[in-house]
Every structure is written in C-alpha cells, then in structure tokens.
C-alpha cells in the first residue's frame, strides 16, 4: 500500500462519519510502510491508538477493502514510537491533507501566563459528549481569533474545561511562541482588578488588554459584581475589536448567569457557545483507561468498567477513585483489581444504582415531562407527547445500549426503523438546540438519584 491509497481511505471514511469525529480521530494519521511492505498505520497517541483498536477498526478495514487492500487485521502505532526514518519515508500523508503536526514532548510554558503545560489536546479524551467542543477548540488554535470568537464552553464541575481550555492556549504557544496568552481564573480577575482600584496598583490595563489571547476560567464569578463586569466588559471589547481571542468557560450558558449584565450576556454569545456533558460509559472507560496508562498502569477489563459503570457524576471523581485504587494497591503490594476495588470503593454503590432498567428510563421521562408513562407508550403523535417519546428512545440507547428493535418492543413500536429516527433527530438536536441538551441531562441525572 502507498500513501496515495490511505489518503482514498481517508476520503472514504470521511463521508461516514461526522466532521468532529474525523478531523479529532483520523486527519492526524499517517501510514507507515516498512522495509519488507508491510504496513501499520501510525495514530498520535495511547488515547487514538485504543480508539482505533476497540472502535474504528471495522471502518478502517472496511475502507481498506473498498480501495483494494483486503486485510483483517490492522496494526496501529503511536508516532513518537516509530524510529526515525529518511526524510521521503517519514513524510506523513496527514501532512498533505493539512493535520497539524505531531508534538514530540509536552510544550513548555512561560511563567506568568498561567497555563499549565500537562493540559493538552494529546491527553484530552474525546467522546460524544465533548467532541464538538474538542474540535471548536483545535480549530480555534489553528486560528486564533478568526474563527469563532469568542469561545465560550459552559458545562458542570468536573467534565474537562479548564483541561481543554488551558489545551487551546498551550497548542497556540506551540505553534506560534510570539501569541501573548493568558489564562486567569475568574477570582485572580476580580482580585486583581479590586487592588487595581482600592490600592492604586498599575498595570491591571496593560496586563489584560496587551495579550493576543486571553483565556478566563468560571467566568460566571464575575456576575453581580458591578465594578468588575464594568473592567471586563472594557476589556472584552479593547481585545475582540483587535480580533484577539477571547476563550471564557462557565458552569450554565450565558443566558442562564443570573445578575449577568445584559451587554456581557450578548458579547458572551457572539461566536461559538458550547456544551460540555457528563461522558457517556464508553469515554469513561477510555478515560480509566488512559489515566491508568499515565501511571504506568495496566487495568484488568472488568476493573476498568467497575470504575466506569459505578462513578458517573463527573469526570474528576472517577479520576479521584482510580488514584485511590492505585494509590491503595501501590503501598500494600496488591494488584489493582476488580476484588480490590469493589473492597476499596464499594460505598460508591450506595450513590448509584446498580443498574437501570428501560421501565425507569420511561417512567421518569414521563414525570419529567408531566404526561403519562401510557401516552409515551400509546399512539398519539401530539407534539408534546412525540418529544419525550423520542428522548426515551435516546436514553434507552444511549444509556442500556439497547438495539433499535428491543427499543421499539419497549415503547410498543411494531417498527424498528421510528427507534432509529428518533435516536438520530435527538442526537442532532443535542449538538444544535440548548433546551433539548438540558432536558436530557436533566433526566439522565434524575435516573441516577
């Protein structure tokens, strides 16, 4: 094979899957030939690497076919551990197709512009609640302050968005080391600008409206703070006529910040405004599994899915019971398995349910909705009955993993094909209209209570 073919089958697979999906997980691929013609196909990290063995590799394979390669197997490999090869070899062909080169170690960060360098997009895990934020962020480094601007991602504590945020700053300073970036906290903004009034203290202007790139963290402490919202509001403006860009995060949406001043509100929805969500079982599997590798960690499969099935609040608490398996089993000798931490973290039990069932994905969409568990169930096709009929299906298969047919003999369906429609205008409506996005988290988090 030659890099003419993997360049087709990146073509064939870019028009089965969404944008987001192919520009985080495919563009950056190469194809490595060796010496006796074999070939293996080179990915940016553990995080892809697995992604691409438990996942892509049914399309991968499939494409290969369709262009005259016909394997069953596929060998995937990280980039930074290829040995160095002659400058014809080691052209790779993602280059060709524009994917933005490959980071050999992690960037180094000035002092003084608050970034930390272990946030990057290489150990950002990327799943169906995140990726479209993922490729808002990867875009917007490429092109500071064109693009979208401002960047405005809002999501609940503990999903990833200093992670991804703090990521777009230190790609920026990778790439171009001239960007002046800055990340601040909302708390060090309002601080700073509080010594910058009361005790007469220079250079607050100069330091905020001098930067190419100004990052804020949990912006929405700044609301009811009449003063501060004045200062930011200045500042905001000086920085976007400049097309400098501007990357804010918050917990909830601008229109949902109470004592928010109406012209922040505005400028904070003028670019892109988007969502962070609670990962789905599959990304929390890949995130044990990376956070795992990072310490030198390999997990037994069903001690990766305990911690995943059985710690879904967020993000950061998953984090904080692996480090405590670990770090248990590091100090006794034991191996970190599936006994061990059942023993260890047993009472995240009594949080959680052990499982749910397709009647309680049904009865509390219903109650969530203030309609009848029979009228989703019937055939009435009013509005109002017809959206939460949907968004049951949608959690039956986002949450049980159900096929379409089961999902239809759930809700009384004769026909599987209205399963599959309703799943697919609930996706597409997640990534595109806010109400429905809070509805369903909404519920999902009234199933887990």
């Not at 990778?174 to 007469?200: C, G, H, I, M, W």
Request: charged share 25%; net charge positive; proline share 4%.
């Amino acid at each position: 094979m030659n890099h003419a073919i993997w360049q087709a089958v990146l073509g064939e697979i870019e028009t089965s899957v969404s944008h987001a999906v192919f520009v985080t997980w495919f563009k950056p691929t190469e194809v490595i030939i060796s010496d006796d013609g074999t070939f293996s196909v080179a990915v940016s990290n553990v995080f892809a690497k697995q992604q691409f063995e438990s996942k892509f590799n049914p399309q991968v394979i499939a494409a290969l076919k369709k262009n005259g390669i016909a394997t069953e197997r596929v060998n995937y490999v990280i980039k930074s551990e290829q040995p160095k090869r002659s400058r014809q070899e080691a052209t790779p062909l993602a280059e060709t197709i524009a994917a933005r080169p490959v980071k050999k170690t992690a960037p180094t960060t000035p002092v003084g512009d608050g970034l930390n360098p272990r946030y990057t997009f290489e150990n950002f895990v990327v799943g169906s609640s995140n990726d479209l934020a993922y490729a808002t962020a990867q875009a917007v480094s490429t092109s500071p302050g064109t693009k979208y601007n401002p960047v405005f991602i809002y999501g609940g504590a503990g999903l990833g968005k200093t992670h991804l945020i703090q990521a777009v700053g230190n790609e920026i300073k990778r790439r171009t080391p001239a960007n002046r970036v800055l990340y601040v906290s909302s708390e060090t903004f309002v601080n700073e600008f509080l010594d910058y009034v009361q005790f007469k203290k220079k250079g607050f202007s100069d330091k905020y409206r001098s930067v190419d790139v100004l990052i804020v963290d949990d912006v929405q402490f700044i609301a009811g703070k009449q003063a501060t919202q004045e200062a930011f509001f200045h500042t905001f403006n000086h920085l976007h006529q400049l097309n400098k860009q501007i990357i804010l995060s918050s917990d909830k949406p601008p229109k949902s910040i109470p004592t928010l001043t109406e012209r922040l509100r505005s400028r904070f929805e003028w670019g892109m405004t988007i969502d962070i969500q609670m990962p789905d079982l599959e990304t929390r599997i890949a995130i044990v599994r990376a956070k795992a590798a990072l310490s030198g960690v390999e997990l037994e499969n069903d001690t990766v899915t305990y911690l995943a099935e059985n710690i879904n609040t967020n993000i950061r608490e998953l984090e904080g019971a692996l480090n405590q398996l670990l770090a248990f089993c590091e100090v006794r000798g034991l191996s970190p398995d599936v006994d061990t931490a059942v023993g260890l973290l047993g009472n995240i039990r009594q949080t959680r349910p052990h499982h749910i069932t397709p009647k309680q994905i049904v009865d509390k969409t219903a109650k969530y909705f203030r309609i009848e568990q029979k009228e989703i169930l019937g055939e009435k096709r009013d509005k109002y009955i017809v959206v939460p009929r949907q968004i049951a299906m949608y959690l039956l298969r986002s949450e049980l993993h159900l096929s379409f047919p089961r999902i239809a003999v759930e809700l009384g369906r004769k026909d599987h094909t209205t399963a599959i429609h309703s799943v697919e205008k609930i996706e597409k409506a997640i990534k595109l209209d806010f109400v429905t996005r809070e509805q369903v988290a909404d519920i999902r988090e009234r199933l887990y209570e």
